[in-house]
């Protein structure tokens, strides 16, 4: 199985700039998506950035399109999320996850991805 573990959260200022990384394990030569997804407290989990790893597809949630970037070291096995320009509204707790099957696609969909991180916290204060 695919084992993922995120890390790089923690508490900045808004307009500041976070990087996350997700650290990529056990993986096979299968085709597969990266996700970042983030859920706040009372809100539904929802898909922020994907890339596939078969041919590059990248795709990002609208409200966060011209702020983040998704990034593959794939010698380091390693995807980050470069979060600038943050809003308070960007505070969640951020997953990264893995989807064996559907690829990367627009909108982002939790029910894609199959295995998940355990997410890092990332506070903005106003």
């Known amino acids: 199985d695919v084992q993922l573990q995120a890390s790089g959260g923690g508490l900045v200022q808004a307009g500041g700039s976070l990087r996350l990384s997700c650290k990529v394990s056990?993986?096979?030569?299968?085709?597969?998506?990266i996700g970042w997804f983030r859920q706040a407290p009372g809100k539904e989990r929802e898909g922020v950035s994907c890339i596939s790893r078969s041919d590059g597809t990248l795709y990002y949630l609208d409200s966060v399109k011209g702020r983040f970037a998704l990034f593959s070291d794939n010698t380091r096995n390693t995807v980050y999320l470069q979060m600038n320009s943050l809003k308070p509204e960007d505070t969640a707790v951020y997953f990264c996850?893995?989807?064996?099957?559907?690829?990367?696609?627009?909108?982002?969909?939790?029910?894609?991805?199959?295995?998940w991180g355990q997410g890092t916290q990332v506070t903005v204060s106003s």
């Open positions: 996850a893995a989807g064996s099957t559907y690829g990367c696609n627009n909108p982002i969909r939790v029910f894609e991805y199959d295995y």
């Open positions: 056990r993986f096979t030569f299968d085709n597969y998506a």
